[in-house]
């Protein structure tokens, strides 16, 4: 059974940092990609990050570029969401997902992941 959990969220004030984790198991690490997602209240999700394992490429959201750096440890098969300078507009649940055929050009489709990790509240305060 494919788990993804989630941890690291909080509540920080603008210009802040938090590191988000998810941690994988049940799957072959190597053969996924990692996305993570956020909804804030009232909106859709949307894509955030997303890393291919296999080759290591990423991709961010424009929003985020310069700000957030996503990241994994082989070892314990975690991906991770590095969020530095964060902003009230970043407030948000961020979910992390895996998919293991995913084409670079729909990381941001969150009907294309397969796995889904819990919920994990981001708050950044003015």
């Known amino acids: 059974e494919v788990q993804l959990q989630a941890s690291g969220g909080g509540l920080v004030q603008a210009g802040g940092s938090l590191r988000l984790s998810c941690a994988a198991s049940?799957?072959?690490?190597?053969?996924?990609?990692f996305g993570w997602f956020r909804q804030a209240p009232g909106k859709e999700r949307e894509g955030v990050s997303c890393i291919s394992i296999s080759d290591g490429n990423t991709y961010y959201a424009d929003s985020v570029k310069g700000r957030f750096t996503i990241s994994i440890n082989n070892a314990k098969s975690t991906v991770y969401l590095q969020m530095n300078n964060l902003q009230p507009e970043d407030t948000a649940v961020y979910y992390c997902a895996t998919a293991q055929w995913l084409l670079p050009s729909l990381w941001m489709l969150d009907v294309e992941y397969d796995y889904w990790g819990q919920g994990i509240l981001v708050t950044v305060s003015s």
């Open positions: 049940g799957l072959t690490f190597d053969d996924y990609a």
